[in-house]
């Protein structure tokens, strides 16, 4: 299983990015999928994950801002990022709690991080 996120990039503050992370291989089923980010020097945190009843949940710091969304079909979890701050600057990172044909326990798995660099 590869999870695989794209969309980062240099933005001013007050803009928007839009992230996406696809899982691939041998997926059998996903229960969530979310996004951390890791600021230099700072711990990994969670800011958004997705269940499979729909809705999303935020941390404090992006809640109104950023918006999770899934494709269920394509294994896809998106990250909608408005009104960018140039504290939300960091490297994200999505996950998946999931589990393959091969290996019917569920684990998580992550992604590489993608670079989201907000200028003042």
């Known amino acids: 299983v590869q999870l695989q996120a794209y969309g980062g990039g240099l933005v001013q503050a007050g803009g928007y990015l839009t992230l996406s992370c696809a899982a691939s291989g041998s997926v059998h089923s996903i229960k969530n999928m979310g996004w951390h980010r890791q600021a230099p020097g700072k711990q990994r945190e969670l800011i958004a994950f997705i269940s499979n009843y729909g809705g999303g949940n935020y941390a404090d710091s992006v809640k109104g801002r950023f918006t999770i969304s899934r494709d269920y079909a394509n294994n896809t979890v998106y990250l909608q990022m408005t009104s960018l701050k140039p504290e939300d600057t960091a490297a994200y990172y999505c996950?998946?709690?999931?589990?393959?044909?091969?290996?019917?326990?569920?684990?998580?798995?992550w992604g590489q991080g993608t670079l989201v660099t907000v200028s003042s």
């Open positions: 996950n998946a709690f999931l589990n393959t044909y091969d290996d019917r326990d569920f684990r998580r798995y």
